[in-house]
């Protein structure tokens, strides 16, 4: 129920359960949740895509595999999984996108929607509080005050809101989306590796940081990291 293709540095993670709204069972959160084992040691994964089949991109966990357990479950992280992936990573959303599956989305460095995509955070609908990062992630995506409405109302964000507010990087016609994730991925994927990934480490670990000191981060990678002369562009071959 997680499928993966790679190729051109680009290994495209989809979840596969559309009979069941894309709802994550304990085996499909736990593979999720081990996808850094899996991506960090390969040198031909330049970027990972996380989408899922359509009509909706994720409805989050299976609720009813939960309440057959019981609430009794092991708990997983599945987006501690993603964020722990040292390789830049697009979600691109197709479709609903409802709370785990939110939270998801929210722990890749970018989100692509398409015209269809909605998004909601129904943990407080549900009774219950979010476990995969979305409480941290949310306001840091479209601040505060924004994250707090909906989260305690619940309401659902159509594509064009969540791009005006923030929480998404682009939005393009549905049947583009999985060539826009694709084309993306790619022109990160064509860059120099070393730059990428200490590029990409350097703007996660500023996030947290006031001004002072994402400035100090900078200084003190910047210095650390050594440049390769023959990887330099020649200012006149650069392309818009």
């Not at 989305?105 to 990062?133: E, M, N, Y």
């Not at 994927?189 to 703007?203: E, F, H, I, T, Y």
């Amino acid at each position: 129920m997680i499928r993966y293709e790679q190729r051109d540095g680009v290994l495209v993670v989809t979840i596969d359960r559309p009979e069941k709204r894309n709802a994550l069972t304990l085996a499909m959160r736990q593979e999720l949740e081990s996808l850094p084992a899996r991506v960090n040691p390969d040198e031909e994964i330049a970027v990972v895509v996380l989408t899922a089949t359509e009509p909706v991109f994720s409805a989050g966990v299976d609720l009813k595999e939960l309440a057959a357990r019981r609430g009794e479950m092991p708990l997983t992280r599945p987006g501690a999984g993603l964020r722990g992936i040292v390789r830049p990573t697009i979600a691109a959303v197709n479709g609903a996108c409802v709370t785990g599956g939110l939270e998801l989305a929210l722990s890749c460095d970018l989100i692509l929607a398409s015209q269809q995509a909605r998004f909601a955070d129904t943990h407080a609908k549900l009774g219950v509080l979010p476990r995969w990062g979305l409480s941290a992630l949310l306001p840091r995506r479209v601040g505060a005050a924004m994250a707090k409405e909906l989260s305690l109302s619940g309401r659902w964000v159509e594509a064009d809101e969540a791009l005006r507010i923030g929480l998404v990087n682009r939005v393009v016609a549905h049947q583009d989306l999985a060539a826009a994730a694709f084309a993306l991925a790619r022109s990160i994927a064509q860059n120099p590796a070393p730059a990428v990934r200490a590029s990409l480490d350097l703007l996660r670990r500023g996030e947290g940081l006031g001004l002072a000191g994402a400035l100090a981060l900078e200084d003190e990678v910047g210095a650390a990291f050594s440049v390769d002369p023959a990887t330099l562009v020649p200012p006149g071959s650069w392309r818009s």
